[in-house]
């Protein structure tokens, strides 16, 4: 694995955890309001916070995987998925409860 791969795995890394703190701190955005007229939950300041947290999730779900392609690690593979896993189940059955109100 090269530099410019590492180079781009961390700028992935670092574009989605700006990404997702940007929704998290500014919940009154244009993206949210575009997703209330799509999705059944039309609070704008809750999807904020669901795509927030999924976009730090998966930036999450990256660092085992940038551990897999550099140290040649299997193990970080699970690792990576079960990060994933963690923040995106919760997020899935809290989204649902919100529907449901």
């Not at 550099?70 to 899935?92: H, M, Q």
Request: aromatic letters at 10%; hydrophobic letters at 50%.
């Amino acid at each position: 694995m090269d530099e410019n791969e590492i180079f781009r795995t961390v700028l992935i890394i670092l574009a989605l955890s700006f990404g997702g703190g940007y929704l998290l701190v500014n919940r009154e955005d244009a993206l949210p309001e575009a997703f209330t007229k799509t999705k059944a939950l039309k609070d704008p300041r809750k999807i904020s916070l669901i795509l927030g947290l999924g976009l730090l999730g998966i930036a999450a779900a990256c660092v085992p995987f940038l551990f897999t392609k550099y140290l040649g690690a299997e193990w970080a593979t699970v690792l990576s998925l079960l990060i994933l896993a963690g923040f995106l189940v919760p997020l899935t059955i809290y989204e649902r409860r919100e529907i449901k109100k």
